[in-house]
C-alpha cells in the first residue's frame, strides 16, 4: 500500500508537471497578445485525453487518475480558450473545437447508452484512451525526419522530456500494481520517446551549446 500511495504521488506530481509545460506557450501568448508559433492541436488532443482518462477513472473509482485528469483538463482548456483568444483565425479554430466537442458528445453517448454492462463499458473505454495515449506520444516522431536532415533539435524541449520519461514512468509503474494494462501498457510510448528525445538533444544540440564544448575542451 505505502509503494502504491508513493507512485500514486509521482504520477500526480510528474504529469502535472508536464502538463504545465505549456504554461511557457501561455505567457508567451499573454506577453505577446499572439498566437503565433504556438501549436494549437497538442492542446486540444490532451485536452480530450484527460476527459477520457477522467472518465475512466471515474468508472474505476480510481482518485489518483480523476485527480490528475481533473486538473490536466482544466489546463488543457485554459490553453485552448486562451490560444482561441488571440488566434486571427478564429473561424477555423472554432471548427476544431466544436467538432472535438462533438467527437466526445458521441463517444460519451456510446460508452454510456449503448455499452450497458460496466465491465464491458470500462474495457472499451480502456482501450480507446490507450490507442489515444499512444498516438499522442508517437506524435512527435513526425519530426524525426526534419531533425535528422537539420542536424537541429530546437523543436524538442529537455524538460518536458524528463517530465515525460518520468511520468511515463511512474504510470507504467502504477498500472503494473494494479495490474491494469490499459494503465500500463499505453505509457511505454512515452518512455521510448522521451529516450529518442534525449538521444537527439544530445547529438544535436543548439549553437550556443556546440560553441560551450568547443570552448570548454579547447
Do not use: H
Not at 502538463?19 to 486540444?44: C, H, V, W, Y
Not at 455499452?115 to 516522431?141: H, K, V, W
Request: charged share 15%.
Amino acid at each position: 500500500m505505502a509503494l502504491l500511495l508513493l507512485l500514486s504521488g509521482s504520477c500526480i506530481g510528474f504529469t502535472l508537471a508536464m502538463f504545465g509545460a505549456g504554461l511557457s506557450d501561455l505567457r508567451k501568448m499573454f506577453s505577446t497578445k499572439s498566437a503565433e508559433n504556438i501549436q494549437f492541436l497538442p492542446f486540444l488532443t490532451t485536452d480530450l485525453n484527460n476527459l477520457g482518462w477522467l472518465y475512466y477513472g471515474y468508472l474505476k473509482n480510481d482518485w489518483t487518475l480523476m485527480t490528475v485528469n481533473s486538473i490536466g483538463a482544466a489546463l488543457q482548456t485554459l490553453y485552448v480558450l486562451t490560444y482561441y483568444y488571440f488566434t486571427p483565425e478564429k473561424g477555423s479554430v472554432l471548427l476544431k473545437m466544436l467538432l472535438s466537442l462533438g467527437v466526445l458528445v458521441l463517444a460519451y453517448c456510446y460508452f454510456y447508452f449503448r455499452i450497458t454492462e460496466e465491465d464491458s463499458r470500462l474495457n472499451q473505454l480502456g482501450l480507446f484512451c490507450s490507442a489515444f495515449t499512444i498516438s499522442m506520444y508517437l506524435s512527435p516522431l513526425a519530426d524525426l525526419a526534419q531533425i535528422i536532415r537539420t542536424r537541429c533539435a530546437k523543436c524538442l524541449s529537455l524538460p518536458l522530456a524528463v517530465t515525460t520519461f518520468l511520468a511515463s514512468t511512474s504510470w507504467v509503474l502504477y498500472g503494473w500494481q494494479l495490474d491494469d494494462a490499459y494503465i500500463m501498457v499505453p505509457n511505454f510510448p512515452g518512455i521510448v520517446t522521451s529516450i529518442l528525445r534525449f538521444w537527439l538533444i544530445w547529438q544535436y544540440p543548439l549553437e550556443e551549446e556546440k560553441y560551450s564544448y568547443k570552448y570548454l575542451y579547447a
